[in-house]
Every structure is written in structure tokens, then in C-alpha cells.
């Protein structure tokens, strides 16, 4: 038999003289199909390369086997870590994962989870952009039941499933170190205040202040959540007159740029000013000096937020509570902050 396409099982069929639904069953090692056929029909398609069509069979099944991931920004490492933890849970399962980067932009987000329910996917997992602040999108895809679990980045009212880490208590223990090494000017750079992480890490911040009695100075709080707004906003707070001994910075990236210009004004890194991240990815081992941060653990995220996600997709229940699994934090100590290790 030679063919150019992909063999089908009516090929198979007819070049061992037997029915399409004798090798189907014979595929699936039917008990009604003798020993002798089934081999045949194994034998056969190994030989031919077959493979079973997988659009046809989403159409019987009413499955595509197909889940979705929409994520901000797919460079971040922390995100990279996330559909690592992802695809190991759904490739295990037999699912593929299709991947879509909103850019932090709102607009690409809708269009993201558009491209997404027009390929038929199984369910979603997503974590919002900086700039989302109407969540409509996301309402129609429950109304429409759709499975949805958000990661990292969730919209606190809507009513669906969610795995984020402990933010309040990760950026507590971040300033609470920086106040036990010293620290009693401590800067925060935040994330927006629309986005849940944005809220529960300043809230995390403040809580620690109070906690050990130090007051809470508004004007130490700047929004600046990227590496190219740090190199921007650290030199406005230096010029404004404001010299922090400490800096807890909502994220990695962000503290790399905290680095750089504290270090280009002069001032040395721990010892005038401690700085900690947020995160604890791959750049958080390569700065100089090495970065204090917390612990995202975001392969963990991916992987509960997947079986999350694949166990709803395979239980017949539609009214079902949804849960919030919440990650543990931890702090890792590195020399930006005084810890040096061998």
C-alpha cells in the first residue's frame, strides 16, 4: 500500500480484507476480536505509522483533550516555571496545552481567551494582566461553564477556582526581615493596585511596619512593578530627598533594577541599603549581589492549578463549590541583604 496522507483505518480495513469497525475494535484490543486479528491489525499500523485522528475523535467524545493557558508574560520566569508544572500534569494525563501570552494588555487578553473557546478547549487556566480591570470576559466563560482556574493573578469576585500563593504572608516576611537586619526607612515598590497580588503584597508590607512598630509613610509606597520602571523611579525617590536603608520590591525583575541604581548613586548593597524580591527565580541567583526574595514556587502553582483543572473537565458535577488552594511561602537569605553563601 502506498500513500502520500496519513493512513486511515478504512486503509488498514482494506488491505487486510476486514471491516473498518473490526480494526477499530481490534485498536482498542476489543474482547470480541480474536488474538490472531488483533496483532494483524497492530502490526499493521505500526508499520504504516498510524495514528488515530484526533479531530474526529473530539467530535465523538465532545473532548479535545486541549487545555488552555493564558499567561501575561511568558519570558518572566516565574510563568516559564508555571506551564512547566502545567504541562507536566496535563501531558501525564494526556493532554495538550496551548499556550497564549496576553502581554499585559487587556485587549490581547479577550482575544487570547476568543482564540482559545473558538479551538474547542477542554478548560482554561489563567492569570490576568497588569492592565485587565474588566473581568466581563471571564464572567461569560463561567456562565457558559467553562472550566476556569486562575493561578498566581486571580480575580477575587468571581466565583471559580483558584491557586495563588500566600502574598500577604510571602511579602510579610520579606520587610520583616529587613526590619530584624536593621532597616527602619523601608521602601515598597508595588504592583498595581487592581491586581489581588498587588493588594495582598502591600497589605503583607504594611502588616510587618505595624507589627514591629514602625509608622507607615504613604510616600514609600510607589507603584513599580518592572526592571525598566525601577531604573526610572528609583532615581525620583533618591532626588526627592528619600534615602531608604531597606527596599522590598513586589518582584525580582523589579529588584534588578533597584540594584543597578543603587549602586550607580553610590550606596552599597547590603550594607546602606537591603534590598529583597519577590519570586526567587533563575535572575535572583545571577544578580550581584545575590537576591534575597520569596519563594513563589511556581512549578507547584502549575501542577495543582492543572489537576485542579483537569478534575473538574472530568466530573459530571456543575454546581460544585469552587475551592482557593493557597502555596506556602518562604524566604530565601542571599547577600543582598547580608547572607553570604559559599
Wanted: hydrophobic share 35%; proline share 4%; net charge negative.
Amino acid at each position: 500500500m502506498e500513500r502520500k496522507g496519513q493512513i486511515t483505518i478504512k486503509d488498514i480495513a482494506r488491505e487486510l480484507g476486514i471491516s473498518p469497525s473490526t480494526v477499530s475494535r481490534s485498536l482498542k484490543n476489543h474482547p470480541d476480536i480474536s488474538a490472531k486479528t488483533k496483532q494483524t491489525v497492530h502490526e499493521l499500523a505500526k508499520k504504516y505509522n498510524y495514528k488515530p485522528n484526533a479531530v474526529a475523535l473530539s467530535l465523538r467524545s465532545n473532548k479535545t483533550h486541549m487545555i488552555g493557558v493564558i499567561i501575561p508574560n511568558i519570558v518572566h520566569y516565574f510563568f516559564s516555571s508555571v506551564i512547566s508544572g502545567i504541562e507536566h500534569v496535563c501531558n501525564d494525563a494526556g493532554y495538550n496545552v496551548m499556550i497564549c501570552q496576553s502581554d499585559e494588555n487587556e485587549e490581547r487578553e479577550i482575544t487570547s481567551l476568543q482564540t482559545l473557546t473558538s479551538s474547542r478547549v477542554d478548560g482554561i487556566l489563567a492569570s490576568v494582566s497588569k492592565d485587565t480591570c474588566d473581568f466581563t470576559h471571564y464572567k461569560e466563560l463561567i456562565e457558559d461553564n467553562v472550566p476556569l482556574v486562575f493561578f498566581d493573578r486571580a480575580v477575587q469576585e468571581l466565583n471559580t477556582d483558584k491557586v495563588i500563593i500566600d502574598d500577604v504572608k510571602g511579602a510579610f516576611i520579606a520587610t520583616e526581615h529587613l526590619i530584624q537586619e536593621g532597616c527602619k526607612k523601608i521602601v515598597h515598590l508595588a504592583a498595581p493596585q487592581n491586581l489581588l497580588i498587588g493588594q495582598r503584597r502591600k497589605e503583607g508590607y504594611i502588616k510587618a511596619l505595624k507589627q514591629y512598630g514602625l509608622p507607615v509613610d504613604e510616600n514609600l509606597i510607589v507603584k513599580c512593578d518592572s526592571r525598566e520602571e525601577a531604573l526610572i523611579v528609583v532615581p525620583q525617590i533618591f532626588d526627592s530627598g528619600i534615602i531608604p536603608d531597606g527596599i522590598f520590591a513586589v518582584n525580582d525583575l523589579t529588584a534588578t533594577g533597584v540594584l543597578k541604581m543603587v549602586k550607580k548613586y553610590g550606596y552599597n548593597v547590603p550594607d546602606d541599603i537591603k534590598v529583597t524580591g519577590f519570586s526567587d527565580g533563575f535572575v535572583a541567583n545571577v544578580t550581584d549581589p545575590t537576591l534575597t526574595t520569596v519563594d513563589q514556587h511556581g512549578f507547584e502553582m502549575g501542577k495543582q492549578a492543572a489537576q485542579l483543572l483537569l478534575d473538574r473537565i472530568t466530573q459530571t458535577i456543575t454546581n460544585y463549590s469552587p475551592v482557593t488552594k493557597v502555596i506556602p511561602t518562604n524566604l530565601i537569605k542571599r547577600e543582598s541583604t547580608g547572607f553570604y553563601t559559599e
